[in-house]
C-alpha cells in the first residue's frame, strides 16, 4: 500500500514544473515514457503542456507514436491553445504533422492569437508541411485574430515558394 502510494507521488512530482512523463517526451526517451505509462502515468498530464505536445514539439516521433498508440489526444491545448499539430508544425516535422493528421488531429484549431497550423508552417517556411495541410484541407483564407492569414505569415518570412503555394 505505501509503495503504490509513494509511485503515485513520484508519476506526479514536478522537477522545474513538468511531471517525469513530459521530461522524458520532451527529451525522447521513449523507453521511459513507456515505463511511466505501464505505471499508470497520467499521459494527459500538463504543466502548460501535454507529454504528447512536449515530443511533437521537440520531433520524438517514436515517443509520438508511442502516447498516441496509449489513448493520448492529439487534439488537447497548451495552456496557449496549441495543438500537438501546431507543435510539429512549428519547426517542420512533416512525419509528425502526418501521424497526427491521420490519427485525427484538427487541421483547423487555432492558438490563443488564432493562428493555425498552417500559418504557423508558412510563417516558418516550411514548404512541405504547408503543401501537405492544405492536401488535407486547411483553410487558405483563415484568419487570426489580427486579422492576417497564411499568405500574410508566408509575404512576412519572406518565403517566395509559400506565397506561391498560397496564390
Not at 140 to 147: I, R, T
Amino acid at each position: 500500500m505505501r509503495r503504490e502510494h509513494e509511485v503515485r507521488f513520484l508519476l506526479s512530482a514536478c522537477t522545474f514544473g513538468a511531471p517525469p512523463i513530459l521530461t522524458a517526451a520532451r527529451n525522447g526517451h521513449a523507453d521511459i515514457v513507456e515505463y511511466l505509462i505501464s505505471k499508470n502515468a497520467d499521459i494527459e498530464q500538463r504543466e502548460g503542456a501535454t507529454a504528447l505536445w512536449c515530443a511533437a514539439a521537440a520531433g520524438h516521433f517514436d515517443v509520438v507514436k508511442l502516447l498516441v498508440k496509449n489513448g493520448a489526444d492529439v487534439n488537447r491545448p497548451s495552456g496557449t491553445n496549441s495543438t500537438p499539430l501546431r507543435a510539429a508544425c512549428f519547426d517542420g516535422y512533416l512525419e509528425i504533422v502526418r501521424f497526427l493528421v491521420e490519427h485525427g488531429a484538427d487541421v483547423e484549431i487555432a492558438n490563443r492569437h488564432g493562428h493555425t497550423s498552417l500559418m504557423i508552417a508558412c510563417y516558418r517556411g516550411h514548404v512541405k508541411v504547408a503543401e501537405y495541410l492544405i492536401s488535407v484541407g486547411a483553410n487558405v483564407n483563415q484568419k487570426s485574430l489580427k486579422g492576417n492569414t497564411a499568405l500574410h505569415d508566408g509575404a512576412e518570412c519572406g518565403n517566395v515558394e509559400i506565397v506561391k503555394l498560397l496564390l
